[in-house]
């Protein structure tokens, strides 16, 4: 079954620790996104990719880093600059580009959630 | 002013009801609009989409499009327990790229 995988599912870090999460994707969806949760909000966009080798910030970058070195795949890593890294994260990917069929939807993976001891 | 906007809720709504869930926003040149399920700690889930103005509708739920007036609507017809949940939209900008704003979220409790 086509999906996208996240891991881990939970996760604990202590504060000064840089952690990675990974997203996987078997979709193959050309954009792949990062997306913060906290309680009672919205989705904030952290990094978004189109290509291979290729990333955009979005409007929390702050304090994390991603690479997309595969298709497949767009971990995020949540740095120790980071300072309220605590919350709800959320991969998404989806087609671009001609001959993709589909409604242009995102595509979410089952999520990340980091809490900070 | 927050670019996508929702009434939080709670929502409280009878089973077998109708639940009316708004959204507006700011972007008059928005293409696309979408509406998603979260249920509590889980990933959101896309229920409805529309792009052109006027309703959509399928099974229990209909879209309704306003882009003169910049708002997007979903109905929810006889509403049952397993759609309580927080409802999100989100709108695709003018970004070639395709960015999608989220608003926060309406929570909608149907009670027996």
């Known amino acids: 079954d086509g999906g996208i995988t996240q891991s881990p599912k939970y996760l604990f870090r202590k504060e000064g620790q840089n952690v990675t999460l990974s997203c996987e994707q078997n979709?193959?969806?050309?954009?792949m996104y990062w997306y913060r949760q906290d309680p009672g909000q919205g989705l904030r966009l952290i990094y978004y990719s189109q290509i291979v080798n290729d990333f955009q910030k979005g409007d929390i970058a702050e304090g994390y880093s991603v690479s997309r070195e595969k298709k497949e795949s767009f971990p995020l890593t949540v740095t120790s600059a980071q300072k309220n890294p605590t919350a709800f994260y959320l991969c998404?990917?989806?087609?671009?580009?001609?001959?993709?069929?589909?409604?242009?939807?995102?595509?979410f993976g089952e999520g990340s959630r980091l809490t900070v001891l | 002013q927050k670019e996508v906007e929702q009434n939080s809720g709670p929502l409280s709504v009878p089973e077998g009801a109708i639940a009316s869930l708004n959204c507006t926003y700011s972007?008059?040149?928005?293409?696309?609009f979408f509406w998603y399920r979260q249920y509590s700690g889980k990933s959101p889930e896309l229920i409805m989409f529309?792009?052109?103005?006027g309703d959509k509708e399928d099974g229990r739920f209909t879209a309704q499009l306003n882009k003169a007036s910049q708002y997007v609507s979903l109905l929810i017809r006889d509403s049952q327990p397993s759609d309580s949940a927080t409802y999100l939209c989100a709108v695709q900008t003018t970004d070639s790229w395709g960015k999608f704003q989220f608003g926060a979220g309406t929570q909608v409790v149907v009670t027996p």
């Open positions: 998404a990917s989806r087609p671009i580009g001609r001959g993709n069929s589909g409604t242009g939807e995102l595509f």
């Open positions: 972007d008059r040149g928005s293409q696309s």
């Open positions: 529309i792009y052109s103005n």
């Open positions: 979709l193959n969806h050309d954009a």
